[in-house]
């Protein structure tokens, strides 16, 4: 059985962190042993010639090996990969990076070509680990987030909902049905009754349910349907809480207006059926008096300006959230300036950038393939290790007794605290090299950092009380898939 130890995977302070870490690893070993395997098996039958690696959760790549012994660093990899791609496509080695998804709005950056970690370790459903990862803003905002009213205001999300302009396309009777569903009363609107929400099976096996779910199941169907046809069709009327019971256990997907509906509307992104966004946008606006157009941007403005929020709450982590929503909702005759870049990535975010910089003074970049910018920080993802070793005296009464080095395979005995420096250095310096063998990185692309940074108390004749010294290697993988 394989045996996970918790300081192979951190030597920060925080047992019961540590021990979460250990014990998620452990989970996730047999899953990714099977994964890896799998792609290892069909790149030899497919007779490819290329080194497999994987990318973790800081934006760095992996080999296998140690893929396979830490599959819990690969978390939260594909923001990561966002994250190195904006600032390969954009050329920017420092950027602030807002990637616009389907369902949500993630905001991170990057130093001098390097990932800003959080120091706190990443978080997996509410257990806190010590995996380092990228620090990151997000919200549950994003192209295809459902558009819905009540109490005479515009809502957006949190849930995600497939887009009328798609629905149109990929159902040939949808259009007329859209067209001929009636608006409910404003007294009755919530977020599954609107006049553009539709409800279709989803694919998955239906389990658990009970008796009256699985009387409103039985009456949905692979194609889109309101709520009105649900309701005839049932023997009991169906509530929208089970509605949303149904969409919580994946049986049920919705579909409704997005944020792509509307830019589909005002010509900004044409990819679907813009009729059907057109007639969406018509029975929502008229619970507003609102002209479609009117109507449009101002759910193409909420969306930039939700993007403005979580960059400026990125950047200012310190400041109270609420008074950076008031500046970007424009309740003060101010607004942000950056001074670095912000590189924006996502099939439509060349749209926002009007509306972005009306909150925000800054340079916003829509690199070329702004779309993939995931697939292509996947791609160019570096090769980095950090190695860190410390020493320490023997005794802190009698530093003449020795020095103890401990790095990441075990701790080794010194006379000289000189000697403890030289072995750190070099036998760090080994392990870097080694990693980025496997890693596919040459000594050639390969660029080794060494810092040293010591402690005393006042008055201490001796030799350092402690000191770390971390072995720090960047560099390009020759050739790799993914």
């Not at 057109?278 to 619970?287: E, F």
């Not at 403005?308 to 003060?332: C, H, P, T, W």
Request: net charge negative; charged share 25%; aromatic share 8%.
């Amino acid at each position: 059985m394989p045996v996970v130890c918790g300081h192979e995977l951190s030597q920060d302070l925080g047992a019961y962190e540590r021990a979460v870490t250990a014990a998620l690893n452990a989970q996730l070993l047999p899953i990714s042993d099977h994964f890896i395997k799998s792609v290892m098996e069909e790149v030899e039958r497919r007779n490819i010639d290329a080194k497999l690696l994987m990318l973790k959760c800081d934006g760095t790549v992996v080999g296998l090996k140690d893929a396979l012994e830490k599959p819990v660093e690969s978390i939260f990899s594909g923001p990561a990969a966002s994250l190195v791609g904006a600032s390969y496509l954009s050329g920017c080695e420092t950027c602030a990076v807002i990637d616009v998804g389907g369902t949500s709005t993630d905001v991170s950056a990057v130093y001098d070509g390097v990932p800003e970690l959080t120091d706190a370790g990443a978080t997996v459903g509410n257990w806190r680990t010590r995996v380092r990862a990228t620090r990151m803003e997000t919200s549950a905002m994003g192209g295809d987030s459902h558009v819905w009213t009540c109490s005479r205001k515009i809502h957006i999300g949190p849930r995600r909902v497939i887009p009328l302009c798609l629905a149109s396309s990929k159902y040939p009777g949808f259009l007329e049905k859209l067209k001929k569903n009636v608006v409910p009363m404003r007294s009755v609107l919530d977020r599954n009754i609107q006049p553009t929400k539709f409800f279709m099976r989803s694919g998955f096996e239906a389990i658990g349910l009970n008796e009256s779910e699985a009387e409103v199941y039985k009456v949905i169907g692979d194609e889109p349907m309101s709520f009105n046809e649900i309701t005839s069709l049932s023997k009991k009327h169906p509530s929208t809480i089970m509605i949303d019971s149904l969409i919580h256990k994946r049986l049920i997907q919705p579909v409704g207006f997005t944020p792509t509906d509307a830019l589909h509307v005002l010509g900004d992104y044409t990819l679907w059926d813009t009729e059907a966004s057109k007639v969406g946008a018509d029975k929502l606006r008229n619970l507003y008096k609102m002209e479609i157009l009117e109507f449009c941007n101002e759910v193409k403005d909420i969306v930039a300006r939700n993007m403005a929020f979580n960059l400026m709450s990125y950047i200012l982590y310190d400041v109270e959230r609420s008074g950076i929503k008031k500046i970007v909702d424009g309740q003060f005759p101010a607004r942000f300036k950056m001074d670095v870049p912000v590189v924006l990535l996502g099939g439509p975010v060349s749209a926002l950038c009007e509306e972005l910089s009306k909150v925000i003074d800054a340079e916003i970049v829509v690199p070329e393939h702004a779309e993939v910018g995931n697939a292509a920080g996947a791609l160019f993802g570096k090769g980095i290790k950090r190695i860190e070793i410390f020493i320490r005296p023997v005794s802190i009464a009698d530093p003449g007794e020795g020095y103890l080095a401990f790095s990441p395979i075990g701790r080794k005995d010194f006379e000289k605290y000189h000697d403890a420096v030289g072995y750190a250095n070099k036998h760090g310096k080994h392990m870097v090299l080694e990693y980025m063998g496997d890693c596919g990185v040459s000594k050639e692309n390969l660029e080794i950092k060494i810092t040293k940074k010591t402690f005393s108390p006042e008055d201490w004749k001796h030799a350092p009380l402690e000191t770390t010294i971390t072995i720090s290697g960047v560099g390009y993988p020759k050739k790799f898939i993914l």
